[in-house]
C-alpha cells in the first residue's frame, strides 16, 4: 500500500484558479468513487472538503470541486483567495478495508 | 456539535508501547467507524487503524503487526496501542469519525496529540 501521489506545491494568484492531482492505481483511485480532499491550516486538524469524489460537505465554498479521471483524481480551487493557503491531502479507499492518504501539496496565494 | 479528544502521555520511551484515547462527546460512538490517523513532523498523514462500534478491527497493513484499536462503548471512547516505538513513531496522533470502511469521509477530527518516542 503506497502513499498516493500528490505535488509538492502549486501556486496562483488571488481570483485564478488552481488543480491539484491525486494519482494512485486501479487498486485505489481508479477502482472506486472513494476519494476524499482535506485542508490542513498549520497547527490544525484536517478538514473535509471533498468527499465521493465530487461531493461537497455543507459549509465548504463552492469553489471548491473534485473530479476523478481513471487513476487521477483532481482537486481544483477556483477563484483562488489568501484563506485557501494551505496543505491539501486527498484520500483514497484502497481496497481490503484500508484507506491510503497522498503526500500533501502545500497551496500558495502568491 | 460532536467532538473528539485525544489523550495520554506525549513522551513514549522507544522499545515501549503508545497508548492513546479518543473521548468522543455531543455524540454516540454507535453506528458509526472511528480512526486513528497519524503525521510526523514535517511529514504527511498516514491511516493507522479504524474499528466499528461492535469491535471489528482494521489496521494498515505496515503497522498491522504492532497495532491494536478498541472501543469502549459505556465510556463513549475507543483506544490505540502502538507497541515496540521507535523515533520513527514520534507524530502528531488524530482521531477521526467515518461513516464506513470504504467511504472515506472523515468529517469529524480531534485536534490531535503529539507524541515524542525518546528515552
Known amino acids: 500500500q503506497s502513499a498516493l501521489t500528490q505535488p509538492r506545491s502549486v501556486s496562483g494568484s488571488p481570483g485564478q484558479s488552481v488543480t491539484i492531482s491525486c494519482t494512485g492505481t486501479s487498486s485505489d483511485v481508479g477502482g472506486y468513487d472513494y476519494v476524499s480532499w482535506y485542508q490542513q491550516q498549520p497547527g490544525k486538524a484536517p478538514k473535509l472538503m471533498i468527499y465521493d469524489v465530487s461531493k461537497r460537505p455543507s459549509g465548504v465554498p463552492n469553489r471548491f470541486s473534485g473530479s476523478k479521471s481513471g487513476n487521477t483524481a483532481s482537486l481544483t480551487i477556483s477563484g483562488l483567495q489568501a484563506e485557501d493557503e494551505a496543505d491539501y491531502y486527498c484520500?483514497?479507499?484502497?481496497?481490503?478495508?484500508?484507506?491510503?492518504f497522498g503526500g500533501g501539496t502545500k497551496v500558495t496565494v502568491l | 456539535q460532536l467532538q473528539l479528544q485525544e489523550s495520554g502521555p506525549g513522551l513514549v520511551k522507544p522499545s515501549e508501547t503508545l497508548s492513546l484515547t479518543c473521548t468522543v462527546s455531543?455524540?454516540?460512538?454507535?453506528?458509526?467507524?472511528w480512526g486513528w490517523i497519524r503525521q510526523p513532523p514535517g511529514k504527511g498523514l498516514e491511516w493507522i487503524g479504524s474499528?466499528?462500534?461492535?469491535?471489528?478491527?482494521y489496521y494498515n497493513p505496515s503497522l498491522k503487526s504492532r497495532v491494536t484499536v478498541s472501543v469502549d462503548t459505556s465510556k463513549n471512547q475507543f483506544s490505540l496501542r502502538l507497541n515496540s516505538v521507535t523515533a520513527a513513531d514520534t507524530a502528531v496522533y488524530y482521531c477521526?469519525?467515518?461513516?464506513?470502511?470504504?467511504?472515506?469521509?472523515?468529517?469529524?477530527w480531534g485536534q490531535g496529540t503529539q507524541v515524542t518516542v525518546s528515552s
Open positions: 477521526a469519525r467515518h461513516p464506513s470502511m470504504t467511504t472515506v469521509t472523515l468529517s469529524y
Open positions: 455531543g455524540g454516540s460512538i454507535t453506528s458509526y467507524y
Open positions: 484520500c483514497s479507499y484502497a481496497g481490503n478495508y484500508t484507506l491510503v
Open positions: 474499528i466499528y462500534y461492535t469491535g471489528s478491527t
